[in-house]
């Protein structure tokens, strides 16, 4: 359909759904902020996704990020703020949200007496889909989240990798341009969290769509994310690029941050030397601590890469025998550990 | 649509061109309504009830036959076997599809697909009209079943097709109208063990009202005559019956509807509607047929006809709109402020919170009395004893006072804690409404019980609209204490208004401009 669109102008309102551009922005979140009573469940979030981006909505259990994503969806209206789906607000037109979004819940029940087909059908007859085009959008998700063996299984009897796939089939079935998915991995054996993250990575890239997909399994958002955002007790901490938060992470260690330094001496290095090394290294300024196993040395650092570069520096000078030297290096984990403090809210 | 069609072109090309007549038919229906007959189709519940009924009746010619041999052809016979055929199939259409229905929308709600149902395109009404209809098309499928059976019937003695069809008209409405009843049921639980309550009273009407079918066995039902009247009659039930199904209909909506959507409009427009129907028809009715005016009849008509179904109207869809939130939500309110000017003011009453529910109330009392006075002059020809007018005037005094206080719980409870939910105000409502009326009660008797005497009725019980209408009705006239009772009833409802004034003009000043009263309310969430 996008191809057939007639290029048109845009004028400067809201209401106009934007044409496709190169990379255009999909999604808009502007301070949005949703409380119960006096819970500020949601607290002036503000993020943006474009086309083709994988976001990752990180945080700690009840962070605010299924509230966050069904304000999204449009199944619940913020007390402040906005979100802007492809140029729709979802306050003020939902209709035409729900129209390019595909929410998939971190449960949803299933119904009784139907099978994987019919559960498809239903959905895109749900979505006003007739005739051929009904036909063809079920066989596309089926044969794209590989449920075509389990066409006619009941779904009531499917297992729950198989039925998150269902689920995921089903957001798929109106084509929406933004997919949300709540804490899609959960509960799944690794192989199926492996398939299903293939799965999200291919829907960014080759069908061009924008996903907001939340988890605790963070090592793994870290692979297939473009950018990620770390929400604590409904407030965004840290956002944007996955190396990016990586470089100013390291670029903002300051001294005093405790982290680790690994070491390694060629093998071989008797253990007279590895006692004077030990002892060396122990003397050494911001060295809080060292433990030494075999020909590997790890060190607790309190300096900041500066330091770090100069006590290199000093082991060359010193002509030890050094073949590694690095900073352990931070997984997304790490980084979440040290971003959020552990709020429960 | 773009790439999920294109990328899978080559596997259109295996699908005819085009598709076969039964599926563009599906096409065009409500996706639900679909779904659920597959569904049915499949369950063990509706295709089991579809196959008992089919052997019941089996089993009934077969005994009926076999018994009675030729003595079927001179006997009276048809209204027996017409009776044991509509049993099996009340018990079906009566109980086991509104039961159907109310389960099927239950685990909607509770297994959170509804949730899911509400961002595809299907809003609501159309959930709850896919309900619906999938309830028809049981019910008329239970009645084709014993088709062939009523066909046999029709050839016995006895057997006359006025009262047949009465009976079986009937059925198809009122099974319509209990199955809208298991819909808003259904919505009124909110987990799996009020689930069992609401299912023990669900399954209680049903079988009272089902049990109502026995009346067929009355040997006076095979004598209706088949006279215009009776089709009047007839007509006249189905289309209070299609009333009720459509403000069932519209309750179920409203209480799916998400709170942040607009909840109210579509029961207030329905009951508006309902009630210039029924003021219509009556005042049609008077205009044809000429009732001998100041007469018992007249009267009773005009209660039953008229009165009646208005309070029925106002008390259900007042207790609901009187007890709604103050305020529009942010997405309702900037839809009303997208409409024309003039427009939203006049769509007013119609509008949600509770004042404007208030608005509505008082509008719709006053639109009553008016049309009452143009229908038949209440203070003199229209009731001989009297007793109707005060009956009237209480009634309207006691609508007028407790939607006064509904708004008035509504909006103090909200000023405490905007997020305060309406099934809270609705119970604290309902505690205040019951204890004012029972404890005059209990005053009286404690006093009785002490001074060994019996005190009548006296102004002070007016709290009590028991008390009140009991005493109206014993009375006939107007004694003194009633006189002082709706006296007190008007002054209350009036200062119960002056109070609500300041709700009612926050409503307006919050159709106004998008930082109305509504969003400072928010604010005050924050703080
Ligand atoms: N309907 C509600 N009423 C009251 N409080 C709510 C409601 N929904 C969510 N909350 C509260 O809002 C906070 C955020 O909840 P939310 O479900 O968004 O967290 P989450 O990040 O998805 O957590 P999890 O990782 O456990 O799924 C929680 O403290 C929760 O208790
Ligand atoms: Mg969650």
Same mark, same amino acid.
């Given at each position: 359909m996008n191809e057939t669109v007639p290029v048109e102008l845009i004028t400067a309102t809201s209401e106009l759904v934007p044409l496709?551009?190169?990379?255009?922005?999909v999604l808009a979140v502007r301070h949005l902020s949703r409380y119960f009573g006096d819970l500020h469940a949601v607290d002036d979030v503000s993020f943006d996704a474009a086309e083709g981006q994988v976001v990752g909505f990180i945080g700690p259990n009840g962070a605010g990020k299924t509230t966050t994503m069904r304000i999204i969806a449009t199944l619940d209206v913020p007390n402040h703020g906005d979100a802007i789906v492809c140029g729709n607000s979802v306050i003020d037109y939902p209709d035409r949200v729900r129209r390019h979004i595909g929410y998939m819940p971190d449960s949803f029940g299933k119904y009784s007496n139907m099978n994987v087909e019919d559960y498809l059908d239903f959905y895109a007859r749900a979505y006003g889909l007739k005739g051929r085009d009904r036909q063809r959008a079920v066989n596309h998700v089926l044969a794209f989240t590989e449920l075509r063996k389990l066409q006619? /299984?009941?779904? /009531?009897?499917?297992?729950k990798g198989m039925s998150q796939r269902l689920g995921l089939g089903r957001t798929l079935i109106h084509d929406p341009q933004l997919l949300i998915l709540d804490e899609p991995a959960a509960g799944l054996d690794p192989r199926a969290r492996v398939e299903l993250r293939e799965l999200v990575h291919l829907l960014a890239r080759e069908l061009n769509k924008t996903v907001l997909i939340s988890s605790h399994i963070l090592t793994e958002l870290g692979e297939i994310c473009d950018s990620v955002v770390i929400i604590e007790a409904g407030k965004v901490l840290v956002s944007g690029d996955v190396d990016e938060i990586h470089r100013q992470k390291r670029a903002s260690r300051v001294e005093g941050d405790l982290h680790e330094v690994l070491l390694r001496t060629v093998s071989g290095f008797d253990q007279a030397q590895h006692e004077t090394l030990h002892k060396w290294l122990l003397e050494q300024p911001f060295v809080t601590a060292c433990q030494m196993s075999g020909d590997c040395f790890r060190l607790e650092f309190t300096g900041n890469e500066q330091q770090q570069a100069e006590l290199l520096k000093r082991l060359i000078e010193h002509e030890f025998p050094i073949i590694e030297f690095h900073g352990k290096t931070q997984t997304l984990e790490d980084a979440f550990m040290s971003i959020t403090r552990g709020i429960t809210q | 649509m773009s790439t999920a069609t294109t990328t899978t072109s080559t596997e259109a090309t295996s699908t005819p061109d085009r598709p076969p007549l039964a599926d563009r038919f599906a096409d065009r229906m409500n996706p639900i309504l679909v779904k659920e007959v597959r569904q049915a189709m499949k369950s063990r519940g509706f295709v089991g009830t579809l196959m008992l009924l089919i052997g019941a009746c089996w089993l009934v010619s077969l005994v009926g036959s076999l018994n009675f041999g030729s003595a079927l052809e001179y006997y009276a016979f048809g209204p027996w076997f017409f009776a044991l055929y509509f049993i099996p199939l009340v018990t079906a259409i009566g109980i086991v599809v509104p039961f159907l229905t109310y389960n099927s929308m239950l685990n909607e709600r509770l297994d959170d697909t509804f949730e899911m149902l509400s961002i595809t395109t299907l809003n609501a009404r159309r959930i709850v009209n896919g309900k619906l209809l999938t309830a028809i098309s049981l019910i008329v499928l239970c009645y084709s079943a014993i088709t062939p059976f009523i066909a046999f019937t029709s050839?016995?003695?006895?057997?006359?097709w006025t009262p047949a069809l009465f009976v079986m008209v009937i059925g198809i409405f009122a099974s319509t109208g209990l199955c809208s009843l298991a819909l808003v049921v259904s919505t009124l639980a909110s987990n799996r063990l009020m689930q069992g309550f609401f299912s023990l009273i669900l399954i209680a009407v049903l079988v009272y009202c089902s049990s109502f079918a026995l009346s067929l066995f009355e040997p006076g039902f095979w004598t209706i005559p088949s006279t215009w009247s009776t089709f009047m009659g007839l007509g006249s039930i189905c289309m209070v019956l299609v009333g009720v199904v459509y403000l069932l209909r519209e309750v179920t909506v409203a209480q799916i509807t998400f709170e942040s959507d607009n909840r109210a409009t579509g029961v207030r427009v329905v009951c508006s509607m309902l009630m210039v129907a029924v003021w219509g028809t009556t005042w049609w009715y008077f205009q044809f047929f000429t009732l001998p005016s100041g007469s018992r009849t007249t009267s009773m008509f005009l209660v039953n006809g008229l009165a009646l179904p208005t309070a029925f109207l106002i008390i259900v869809v007042g207790y609901f709109s009187c007890t709604e939130r103050p305020a529009m939500s942010q997405r309702v309110r900037r839809r009303v402020l997208r409409m024309p000017g003039g427009l939203r003011y006049l769509a007013f009453p119609w509008l949600p919170g509770c004042s404007r529910g208030y608005v509505f109330v008082l509008m719709h009392l006053f639109l009553f009395a008016a049309i009452l006075l143009l229908i038949a002059d209440p203070f003199g020809t229209? *009731?001989?004893?009297?007793i109707r007018r005060n009956f009237a005037l209480a009634a309207t005094a006691y609508a007028m006072l407790y939607s006064g206080i509904a708004t008035l719980i509504s909006r103090l409870l909200r000023a405490r804690n905007p997020d305060c939910r309406s099934t809270l105000v609705r119970a604290t409502f309902l505690t205040v409404v019951s204890f004012s009326a029972v404890l005059p009660h209990l005053i009286v008797a404690t006093i009785e019980q002490v001074q060994q005497s019996v005190i009548g009725y006296?102004?002070?019980?007016?709290?009590?609209p028991w008390a009140t209408m009991l005493e109206i009705s014993n009375s006939g006239g107007l004694s003194e204490d009633l006189m002082i009772t709706l006296q007190v009833l008007g002054i209350s409802s009036l200062v119960l208004f002056v109070l609500n004034c300041r709700g009612i003009a926050d409503s307006v000043i919050e159709m106004?401009? *998008?930082?109305?009263p509504g969003s400072a309310t928010q604010k005050g969430a924050k703080a």
């Open positions: 496709p551009a190169p990379s255009r922005q006619y /299984k009941s779904i /009531k009897a499917l297992s | 050839l016995l003695q006895g057997f006359r229209w *009731d001989p004893l009297v006296t102004w002070l019980m007016f709290s009590s106004q401009s *998008d930082q109305g």
